[in-house]
């Protein structure tokens, strides 16, 4: 069967990538004849707790050998995230996106394809059109201290960096993200060639501050670099080399707090792992 719907191929979506708020988006279907009689419709639903699926019927382009093509125009006003499958009416036939992102006809619930909308005013900065930025999740980047000592008995150290990363969940159905295979600050720094040698303007970094998972999304202390990747000044090291290269580097801005803002105590969102505000909320806004 031909591609259904691709949204990375202009005949099928028109613009390509993320839309301006109130800029008006054309997506396509490619229906072969052998699905039988359709009437597709766009299903879209914006990201929000209030916000609910809404049916476009698509009109009928006209044929060619052997395909039915239809099409929806609308605009999209508000900026946010958009989800959107289509729905292959009369019966329940849906077509979602496949694992080469081209559509796949399914009777059952599958993975939306996705249109982000941002606010018409946004300008991109002068300093980054056209650069290109490279991200780092910094535990499995590189290792450039090796064995390095866990600095807290609830982490796991994979010396084994071919080995598989935990993610089965646990005896209680948690996942701990527990496991850590030493990527650090030093393994940043030595790699810089290689990075400026693949034309590399940025670096954007997943979090480093000390946290209790590999991610570093539960953040424990946002002043100090977790000790496993590093030291604060280890990281300024980094970002002075990054600067010798004559790249962009990012830095910490000093903060007048001396006391860690959140501490790993109770489960927040139903996240066992999550930090809990140590700090009244105007000090947390003002931070």
């Given at each position: 069967?031909?591609?259904?719907?691709?949204?990375?191929?202009?005949?099928?979506?028109?613009?390509?990538?993320?839309?301006?708020?109130?800029?008006?988006?054309?997506?396509?279907?490619?229906?072969p004849?052998?699905l039988?009689?359709?009437?597709?419709?766009?299903?879209?639903?914006?990201?929000?707790?209030?916000?609910?699926?809404?049916?476009?019927?698509?009109?009928?382009?006209?044929q060619?050998?052997?395909?039915?093509?239809?099409?929806?125009?609308?605009?999209?006003?508000?900026?946010?995230?958009?989800?959107?499958?289509?729905?292959?009416?009369?019966?329940?036939?849906?077509?979602?996106?496949?694992?080469?992102?081209?559509?796949?006809?399914?009777?059952?619930?599958?993975?939306?394809?996705?249109?982000t909308?941002?606010?018409?005013?946004?300008?991109?900065?002068?300093?980054i059109?056209?650069?290109?930025?490279?991200?780092?999740?910094?535990?499995?980047f590189?290792?450039?201290?090796?064995?390095?000592?866990?600095?807290?008995?609830?982490?796991?150290?994979?010396?084994?960096?071919?080995?598989?990363?935990?993610?089965?969940?646990?005896?209680?159905?948690?996942?701990?993200?527990?496991?850590?295979?030493?990527?650090?600050?030093?393994?940043?720094?030595?790699?810089?060639?290689?990075?400026?040698?693949?034309?590399?303007?940025?670096?954007?970094?997943?979090?480093?501050?000390?946290?209790?998972?590999?991610?570093?999304?539960?953040?424990?202390?946002?002043?100090?670099?977790?000790?496993?990747?590093g030291?604060?000044?280890?990281?300024?090291?980094?970002?002075?080399?990054?600067?010798?290269?004559?790249?962009?580097?990012?830095?910490v801005?000093?903060h007048?707090?001396?006391?860690?803002?959140?501490?790993?105590?109770?489960?927040?969102?139903?996240?066992?792992?999550?930090?809990?505000p140590?700090?009244?909320?105007?000090?947390?806004?003002?931070?």
């Open positions: 069967m031909s591609c259904l719907f691709n949204s990375y191929d202009p005949y099928f979506k028109q613009p390509f990538g993320a839309l301006r708020a109130g800029q008006t988006v054309r997506l396509t279907l490619c229906i004849e052998e039988g009689y359709v009437d597709p419709h766009l299903v879209l639903q914006k990201e929000g707790k209030y916000d609910v699926p809404v049916h476009y019927r698509m009109k009928f382009d006209g060619t050998p052997q395909q039915n093509h239809f099409s929806v125009e609308l605009p999209l006003n508000d900026p946010g995230l958009y989800f959107y499958y289509f729905d292959l009416y009369p019966d329940f036939r849906r077509i979602y996106r496949g694992p080469d992102n081209c559509g796949v006809v399914s009777w059952q619930e599958g993975e939306k394809w996705q249109i909308v941002y606010d018409a005013g946004f300008q991109t900065p002068e300093c059109k056209g650069k290109v930025f490279y991200q780092i999740f910094p535990d499995r590189c290792e450039g201290i090796e064995n390095k000592p866990m600095p807290f008995p609830d982490r796991l150290y994979q010396a084994d960096k071919h080995a598989e990363p935990f993610w089965q969940p646990n005896e209680t159905g948690g996942h701990l993200n527990e496991d850590y295979f030493g990527g650090d600050l030093e393994g940043i720094r030595i790699k810089l060639p290689y990075l400026r040698e693949m034309g590399v303007d940025y670096l954007y970094l997943n979090p480093i501050f000390e946290a209790h998972s590999n991610h570093r999304y539960n953040t424990a202390d946002y002043l100090n670099v977790d000790p496993l990747l030291t604060n000044e280890e990281f300024e090291v980094l970002c002075r080399e990054v600067r010798h290269w004559n790249r962009a580097g990012r830095r801005q000093p007048r707090f001396r006391q860690p803002l959140f501490q790993p105590r109770r489960p927040l969102w139903g996240w066992r792992r999550l930090p809990r140590q700090l009244p909320l105007p000090q947390l806004v003002r931070f």
